[in-house]
Each structure stands twice: as C-alpha cells, then as structure tokens.
C-alpha cells in the first residue's frame, strides 16, 4: 500500500519562505508522477506543481512560477516544494499525491497525503 506523508506546513509572514516534504512509501512501480496540490477555503483544488522520478521533467501553475521550486530525492523517495516569495493568497491547505505521471489534473492522480497547513500572513 501506498502512504504519502506531508511536513514542513506552518505560519509565515509575507514574503518569507517554507519548503515542504513529501515522504512516500510502500509499493511505487509505475507511479512516476508526484503532484502538489493546495485548497483554500471555500475554493476548488488546484494545481501547484508536479514532478517525475525518472527524467524529472516538472511543471508549475501560472500563479507560483518564479516563486516555487519542485524537486525530488529519489533515493529517499522524498519530494519537496520549496515556496519563496509567499504571498497571502498561497495560504491553503497543500496535499502531495503520486500518480502514473506528472500532470496537472488532481483527478488522474491515484494516492494522497493528508495535507499540511500553509498559512502566509501579510
């Protein structure tokens, strides 16, 4: 079975930063893809980043480009978002999740983690 745990969430002022983990375990053979999503409240989940283990070909939402970094330890299976430059507007909850493939839609995605708060204050 799958388990993908989340850590590094906290409070933080605006324009400060905060790197999150995401610590997978279990069997991981063809899921090749890592997501990071977020949820604020009252809004739709949405795309952060995502990432491959092989080839590490990743991707970011419009809205973080310049601002956040992806990025993965393969030998640890362990993937980080590293967040600079936080603006209230990324407080949210951020859940990682593993899938066949790096992509930007949560629903092709097949195992989650329970998330960890971000809140960014101004």
């Known amino acids: 079975q799958v388990q993908l745990v989340e850590s590094g969430g906290g409070l933080v002022q605006a324009g400060g930063s905060l790197r999150l983990s995401c610590g997978v375990s279990?069997?991981?053979?063809?899921?090749?893809?890592m997501g990071w999503f977020r949820q604020a409240p009252g809004k739709e989940r949405e795309f952060v980043a995502a990432?491959?283990?092989?080839?590490?070909?990743?991707y970011y939402a419009d809205s973080v480009k310049g601002r956040f970094t992806i990025s993965r330890d393969n030998a640890i299976n362990t993937v980080y978002l590293q967040m600079n430059s936080l603006k209230p507007e990324d407080t949210a909850i951020y859940y990682c999740?593993?899938?066949?493939?790096?992509?930007?839609?949560?629903?092709?995605?097949?195992?989650w983690g329970q998330g960890t708060q971000v809140t960014v204050s101004s």
């Open positions: 999740a593993a899938g066949p493939r790096a992509v930007t839609t949560a629903g092709l995605y097949n195992y």
């Open positions: 990432i491959n283990w092989i080839g590490g070909s990743a």
């Open positions: 279990g069997r991981t053979f063809s899921r090749n893809g």
